[in-house]
């Protein structure tokens, strides 16, 4: 759904969707990170007054993600049931400068170009937002035995892995003689 400045300095957008998996492309740097249940998404978006095109997106989104555990590799679920305020302004063509000084409160906005901002993208760019940095099945998951490879969870394995610290193995090799 595009959002339209045009339509905005008309009405405020109410928006209620539903993006089915596979619609919105969730793949990020390699990350095996696909949508499990649909995304329900519904809110507002307005052109706020005495502005020079600056759009506010708020709503609520819920959908279910899925990827690999960081630790056992095996499939794991992410809940994402949140709630948005975003703020979106037209970019500026570039005026020469190599960078320009943001103050404070510019940071937490976003920039547009063209003539709005597409739905799809700032609901995919919050989903990723809200995905928890490990990304691990369960907090007590024990992940993949560094010696065989079996899945911790599933399988007692038995294997000692020996910690070594190869800063110190020169010393090994050193012989010291008696005085």
């Not at 993600?65 to 960081?70: A, G, L």
């Not at 992940?143 to 193995?169: F, H, M, T, Y």
Request: charged residues 30%.
């Amino acid at each position: 759904m595009f959002i339209s400045v045009k339509e905005l300095e008309l009405k405020k957008v109410r928006f209620e969707v539903a993006f089915p998996p596979g619609e919105i492309d969730f793949q990020d740097d390699g990350d095996r990170l696909t949508q499990a249940t649909p995304l329900l998404a519904e809110g507002s978006a307005e052109l706020l007054p005495h502005t020079l095109g600056e759009i506010r997106v708020r709503g609520h989104l819920a959908v279910t993600m899925q990827c690999d555990c960081n630790r056992c590799l095996e499939p794991a679920r992410f809940p994402i049931d949140s709630s948005f305020d975003l703020f979106y302004r037209p970019s500026e063509e570039d005026s020469g400068e190599e960078e320009a000084e943001i103050d404070e409160g510019e940071a937490e906005i976003a920039f547009y170009e063209g003539a709005g901002v597409e739905l799809r993208d700032i609901l995919r760019e919050h989903v990723l937002l809200n995905m928890p940095m490990q990304r691990v099945c369960r907090d007590n998951c024990l992940g993949i035995c560094p010696v065989c490879g079996q899945n911790r969870n599933l399988i007692n394995c038995g294997c000692e892995a020996k910690l070594v610290d190869d800063r110190w193995s020169a010393l090994k090799k050193v012989q010291v003689r008696g005085t």
